[in-house]
């Protein structure tokens, strides 16, 4: 996608932590598919955590304040508008924003305490999914223009989790049926199969103090992917990809029926369709190997 | 199952208030209809379900509700706020009592990081630790 100079479109996009660390390869993927868009992607400078989880309570707006100052970073780098393919950063980041937006005392409160900064927030950021971002500014049409490799056979199952559906006032597809990622990876030749799970949750943060938790949400969620017969799974959060990826084993102690299916960044898909070297797939990163999946339909 | 559910004082007391304020939502709202308690997907890891969290807590139940485990098994999925018929957000009354118990001047947190090996943690997305620690901790 060109710019009105000819010049590749300039994204300002926010990676958030563990795109940094576990899930490099979905930083990488999503970068490396972006230029294969013609989109630049930029990183605003000195970003931080977005705070993982919103705050229910209606008179926490401390922790309102990590959210808000990325937005501040975001019109620093004189952008009015924000992409992030974290499901997990961007319900944080749009959920302050639409609540700055709704609450004037609120914002109020947090430009005071973050006084410091020169900028001041005035709800004029713009928060995006970059699955927004394709389907509504590049078109899911022109994108399959740009498709080398097409995932021809490869059956593929959209989780979607909370993130990307709930409240009402983040989501950008249907609350109970979102089918965004579904047209997605039919324009990357691949086949979606439908799984009634896939706005179930998965678990979340128990993962790190009530594991059998995340093993009975894993056997369930997979075990309902397993049953369409899919190939693998694909997501858009860090965490539903840790928990679904690396608990799968705990979750076979529950199950022994359930097999080893990978489970993917919808970016990585991209990357391969588009032709990406290994490099920006980072394959290494994952618990269940994706390879013999994708040699099974001759996409290795 | 038989419950017994023992009207008392509380009813409009100050713990009630506090739900409210902090949640934002009208307990009397509800009509128990539980198609909270149906959908949630932590329901079977649950000792209160959350239909029977909304109206204990118009009751005032405190002390039931601040010890009970389903506070701190609700990860805020928010699948009971999208399907409430009406409007209630139950996830921020849950939130609410969280916030409740975590403020209450002593420490009451539910999650000791210190309890978890370093490679553990190690292997944790920082996420994951970011939000139990918000969550679960004061």
Known sequence: MMGSDNKPMKLIYYPGCTLKNHARNFDDSTVSSMAKLDVEVEEPARWNCCGTVHALGSDNVMN??????????????????????????????????????????????????????????????????LLEYLRD????????????????GLRVACYYGCLLVRPKDVAFDDVENPMIMENLIRAL???????????????????????????????????????????????????????????????????????????????????????????????????????????????? | MNTTIRLSSSIGSSFVAKVEKISGQKLLACYQCGKCSAGCPMAAHMDILPNQIIRMAQLGMQKQLLASRSIWVCVS??????????????????????????????????????????????????????????????
Do not use: W
């Open chain 1, 64 to 129: 309102r304040v990590a959210p808000i100052t990325n937005l501040i970073r975001v019109k620093e780098a004189n952008a009015s508008e924000v992409m992030t393919s974290c499901a997990m950063c961007y319900n944080t980041l749009k959920r302050a924003n639409n609540d700055v937006k709704k609450r004037a005392d609120a914002l109020a409160t947090i430009n005071e305490f973050i006084y410091l900064e020169e900028t001041k927030y005035q709800g004029d950021v713009n928060v995006l999914h």
């Open chain 1, 189 to 300: 030749g691949a086949e979606p199969v439908s799984f009634p799970l896939k706005t179930e949750c998965c678990g979340a943060y128990h993962a790190v103090g009530k594991p059998e938790i995340i093993a009975d949400r894993t056997n369930k969620i997979m075990g309902s992917v397993q049953e369409q017969k899919a190939d693998l799974v694909v997501v858009s959060c860090p965490m539903c990809a840790y928990n679904l990826d690396f608990r799968q084993d705990d979750a076979r102690q529950l199950n022994s029926d359930l097999q080893h299916l990978p489970v993917l960044y919808f970016t990585q898909l991209m990357a391969l369709a588009f032709g990406c070297g290994d490099e920006a797939l980072r394959f290494d990163l994952h618990h269940i190997d994706p390879l013999p999946a994708l040699a099974a339909r001759g996409l290795d």
């Open chain 1, 137 to 152: 500014r590049i078109g899911f049409e022109k994108l399959a223009e740009r498709v080398t490799k097409p995932l021809k």
């Open chain 2, 77 to 138: 999925c928010l699948t009971c706020n999208s399907r409430c018929p009406k409007s209630i957000r139950i996830a921020e009354v849950i939130e609410s009592l969280r916030e409740t118990a975590l403020r209450s001047g002593q420490r009451n947190d539910h999650l000791n990081i210190g309890e978890i090996s370093p490679e553990a943690r190690g292997a944790l997305p920082p996420i994951a630790m970011i939000s139990a620690m918000r969550k679960l901790t004061s």
